[in-house]
């Protein structure tokens, strides 16, 4: 199984980027899909998650600003995050569950700065 991200970088606050994560070594039509995220000194917390018949979830910090979607041809997961803020800085991770085990990507950076 492999998780790859892409899409991360350097974002003034009020700005937009979107995370890409591309599967391989699953099935992904029947995945659940998550995105997590990391702050400097925090703990791994979830940001959002999107089923296989592509309901979403969303932490309560990111409700309204980010949109978590899925492509089942491509085998990608995506995770576009606007008007963003400083608190939204630090490491992103794709996540999945797969016969019963997790399985991390291996994260993309994320700043947001002026």
């Known amino acids: 199984v492999q998780l790859q991200a892409s899409g991360g970088g350097l974002v003034q606050p009020g700005g937009s980027l979107r995370l890409s994560c591309a599967a391989s070594?699953?099935?992904?039509?029947?995945?659940?899909m998550a995105w997590y995220r990391q702050a400097p000194g925090k703990q791994r917390e979830s940001v959002a998650s999107?089923?296989?018949?592509?309901?979403?979830n969303y932490a309560d910090s990111v409700k309204g600003r980010f949109t978590i979607s899925r492509d089942n041809a491509k085998r990608t997961v995506y995770l576009q995050m606007d008007n963003m803020k400083p608190e939204d800085t630090g490491v992103y991770y794709c996540?999945?569950?797969?016969?019963?085990?997790?399985?991390w990507g291996q994260g993309t950076l994320v700043t947001v700065s002026s």
């Open positions: 999107i089923t296989s018949v592509g309901s979403p």
């Open positions: 996540n999945t569950v797969f016969r019963g085990l997790g399985y």
């Open positions: 070594g699953i099935n992904f039509a029947i995945n659940t």
